[in-house]
């Protein structure tokens, strides 16, 4: 499968976004997905995990009331929708996938787990 991240961009503290990861070359419906994000300097981290049928998810402590993970299996596509940005948030963020197995719903929060990866998209939050 291949994975397109989109819907990056600058914006201002407190502002929304929604980022946007479509999935080609297989359908979607088996695999787990999964935000993670790096910024400048720093190593990734885990965001945002929400498992095949979309019944699951997971947040990071950082982002958990103000983002929200979703996915729509009919347009194969994911997204992370974020609300109360602040600068922190300021990172490449890059979408994941995994096929679904109980190992990988185990292993959600660890990048190691996925063998999909979109290419990242920029968001830079100004205080």
């Known amino acids: 499968v291949q994975l397109q991240a989109s819907g990056g961009g600058l914006v201002q503290a407190g502002d929304s976004l929604r980022l946007s990861c479509a999935a080609s070359?297989?359908?979607?419906?088996?695999?787990?997905m999964a935000w993670f994000r790096q910024a400048p300097g720093k190593e990734r981290e885990f965001v945002a995990y929400i498992n095949h049928s979309g019944g699951s998810t997971d947040y990071s402590a950082s982002v958990k009331g103000r983002f929200t993970i979703s996915r729509d299996n009919a347009k194969n596509t994911g997204y992370l929708q974020m609300h109360s940005l602040k600068s922190e948030d300021t990172a490449i963020y890059y979408c994941?996938?995994?096929?679904?197995?109980?190992?990988?719903?185990?292993?959600?929060?660890?990048?190691?787990?996925?063998?999909?990866w979109g290419q990242g998209t920029l968001v830079t939050v100004s205080s």
């Open positions: 070359g297989s359908t979607l419906n088996r695999f787990v």
């Open positions: 994941a996938a995994q096929v679904w197995s109980l190992a990988s719903a185990r292993a959600k929060a660890s990048g190691g787990n996925y063998a999909y």
